[in-house]
């Protein structure tokens, strides 16, 4: 990684690198000499967040005021969603089974913000306790990459954690939903992904605007 940064740094004027672990961008910025964009990490999915907020933006003519309801695995995207949302004055509401929360120092982090700005934080195991008035439902993959071999292990633990109208029955009126593609129907049923209050292929579109 090192001898690579070093080259494409005198060849480009950035470097949008997808990673495994997000220690090797850590490492990349100590020989580059421009920009390093964070494509995907294990631990976050800035890019992502980005069109997901500014699919938001569009829909809703503002962040502000808005409560996000995290249902599922506590990974990458969740990780980026937490150190952000309170910022921008949006509420936030996770449910996760017992062993996949997200990164327990993020939390602290997470929860050192909702104090600062004033928003409201839930962590909880109960999809439907977390779907309770939320402006937007949001799921990604059970199974990311490199996690083939655990996946009887995590179908079981995320029964129950599949998004369908029954999950979203005490969410707000106004409710919408968004996955970063590509989905499984374990995750969310085609009710939901296909429903008019679906903007995920709004939302992967805008993957492309907030890239450039």
Same mark, same amino acid.
């Given at each position: 990684?090192?001898?690579?940064?070093?080259?494409?740094?005198?060849?480009?004027?950035?470097?949008?690198?997808?990673?495994?672990?997000?220690?090797?961008?850590?490492?990349?910025?100590?020989?580059?000499?421009?920009?390093?964009?964070?494509?995907?990490?294990?631990?976050?999915?800035?890019?992502?967040?980005?069109?997901?907020?500014?699919?938001?933006?569009?829909?809703?003519?503002?962040?502000?005021?808005?409560?996000?309801?995290?249902?599922?695995?506590?990974?990458?995207?969740?990780?980026?969603?937490?150190? #952000? &949302? =309170?910022?921008?004055?949006?509420? /936030?509401?996770?449910?996760?089974? !017992?062993?996949? *929360?997200? +990164?327990?120092?993020?939390?602290?982090?997470?929860?050192?913000?909702?104090?600062?700005?004033?928003?409201?934080?839930?962590?909880?195991?109960?999809?439907?306790?977390?779907?309770?008035?939320?402006?937007?439902?949001?799921?990604?993959?059970?199974?990311?990459?490199?996690?083939?071999?655990?996946?009887?292990?995590?179908?079981?633990?995320?029964?129950?954690?599949?998004?369908?109208?029954?999950?979203?029955? #005490? &969410? =707000?009126?106004?409710?919408?939903? /968004?996955?970063?593609?590509?989905? !499984?129907?374990? *995750?969310? +049923?085609?009710?939901?992904?296909?429903?008019?209050?679906?903007?995920?292929?709004?939302?992967?579109?805008?993957?492309?605007?907030?890239?450039?």
């Amino acid at each position: 990684l090192l001898p690579s940064s070093r080259v494409l740094s005198s060849m480009t004027n950035a470097i949008l690198a997808r990673v495994y672990k997000h220690n090797d961008l850590d490492l990349m910025t100590k020989e580059a000499t421009i920009p390093i964009i964070n494509g995907l990490s294990d631990l976050y999915h800035p890019l992502q967040i980005l069109a997901d907020y500014l699919t938001l933006q569009e829909h809703y003519g503002g962040l502000n005021g808005l409560t996000i309801t995290w249902i599922g695995d506590g990974n990458n995207v969740l990780h980026s969603i937490m150190m #952000s &949302a =309170a910022k921008l004055g949006m509420h /936030l509401r996770i449910a996760t089974p !017992k062993g996949f *929360e997200p +990164d327990l120092r993020i939390t602290k982090i997470t929860e050192q913000y909702s104090k600062e700005y004033g928003t409201k934080l839930l962590l909880t195991t109960d999809p439907l306790e977390a779907a309770d008035g939320a402006n937007v439902l949001v799921t990604d993959t059970w199974i990311s990459m490199g996690q083939e071999e655990e996946k009887k292990e995590r179908l079981k633990a995320f029964q129950g954690y599949q998004i369908t109208m029954q999950t979203a029955k #005490s &969410a =707000a009126s106004n409710w919408t939903f /968004l996955h970063c593609l590509p989905r !499984k129907p374990e *995750e969310v +049923d085609d009710e939901v992904f296909y429903s008019p209050r679906s903007l995920v292929f709004q939302e992967a579109e805008n993957r492309k605007w907030t890239i450039m």
